[in-house]
T-cell receptor
Framework: AQSVTQPDIHITVSEGASLELRCNYS??????LFWYVQSPGQGLQLLLK??????LVQGIKGFEAEFKRSQSSFNLRKPSVHWSDAAEYFC?????????FGAGTRLFVKA | NAGVTQTPKFRVLKTGQSMTLLCAQD?????MYWYRQDPGMGLRLIHY???????AKGEVPDGYNVSRLKKQNFLLGLESAAPSQTSVYFC?????????????FGPGTRLTVT
C-alpha cells in the first residue's frame, strides 16, 4: 500500500540557514511525488513535483528536492531560508488519481 | 479563471445539525476530491468522484455523503454533525487530460461542531 512518512513534526531553523525536510514513501511502482506548502489559514500550494528524468527537481520559491529511489526518499531542500518560508510542508505520492499525503512538517524560522 | 472555490469558508454547527459544503471548479476537471485536515494527520481523503454522477469512498468516509450532479460541482454533506467532524475541509480537482497528476486545491472550509 502507498504511504508517506515525514519523520519531523516540526523543525526550527535560523533565517539564512539551509533547510532539509525529509520524506520517505512506500509505493510499488515508480511514484509521482509532490511537495506542497500551506501557510496558516490557507490552502495548499504546489512547490514542486517529480515524475521521471532528472532526480533533482527545482520548484518555486528557491526550493528543490531530490528523488532517491534506493532510499525511497524525496527530501526537500532550500539553501537559505527566509522568514516568509515559515509554514507547513506536505510531501505526497500519487499512484494514478489518488494521492496520499504525509502528516506534514511545520517549519519555524527564527531571526 | 477562479480555479477551485469552496462555500462557506467558516461554519459552526451544533451536534446533530446537518449542512452541505459546496465545491466548484471551472477547469473542466473530471476528478474531484474532499479531504479533511486535522493536526498531525495531514490530509485524509473522505470521498472522491471520477466523473459526473459517480462517487466513491476514500479513507475516512463515515458520517459523510457526497454528490456530483454536475461536472463542476462536488457537494459534501454531513447529515448529523458530531464533534469529531470538527476539521478543515479541502476540496481538490484533477484532470486526466494533463500529465502532471497535480491536484488543484480550494482555500478550505473551517468547520466547528459544538
Amino acid at each position: 500500500a502507498q504511504s508517506v512518512t515525514q519523520p519531523d513534526i516540526h523543525i526550527t531553523v535560523s533565517e539564512g540557514a539551509s533547510l532539509e525536510l525529509r520524506c520517505n514513501y512506500s509505493y510499488g511502482a515508480t511514484p509521482y511525488l509532490f511537495w506542497y506548502v500551506q501557510s496558516p489559514g490557507q490552502g495548499l500550494q504546489l512547490l514542486l513535483k517529480y515524475f521521471s528524468g532528472d532526480t533533482l527537481v527545482q520548484g518555486i520559491k528557491g526550493f528543490e528536492a531530490e528523488f532517491k529511489r534506493s532510499q525511497s526518499s524525496f527530501n526537500l531542500r532550500k539553501p537559505s531560508v527566509h522568514w516568509s518560508d515559515a509554514a507547513e510542508y506536505f510531501c505526497a505520492v500519487t499512484g494514478g488519481f489518488k494521492t496520499i499525503f504525509g502528516a506534514g512538517t511545520r517549519l519555524f524560522v527564527k531571526a | 479563471n477562479a480555479g477551485v472555490t469552496q462555500t462557506p469558508k467558516f461554519r459552526v454547527l451544533k451536534t446533530g445539525q446537518s449542512m452541505t459544503l459546496l465545491c466548484a471548479q471551472d477547469m473542466n476537471h473530471e476528478y474531484m476530491y474532499w479531504y479533511r485536515q486535522d493536526p498531525g494527520m495531514g490530509l485524509r481523503l473522505i470521498h472522491y468522484s471520477v466523473g459526473e454522477g459517480t462517487t466513491a469512498k476514500g479513507e475516512v468516509p463515515d458520517g459523510y455523503n457526497v454528490s456530483r450532479l454536475k461536472k463542476q460541482n462536488f457537494l459534501l454533506g454531513l447529515e448529523s454533525a458530531a464533534p469529531s467532524q470538527t476539521s478543515v475541509y479541502f476540496c481538490a480537482s484533477y484532470s486526466t487530460s494533463g500529465t502532471t497528476y497535480e491536484q488543484y486545491f480550494g482555500p478550505g472550509t473551517r468547520l466547528t461542531v459544538t
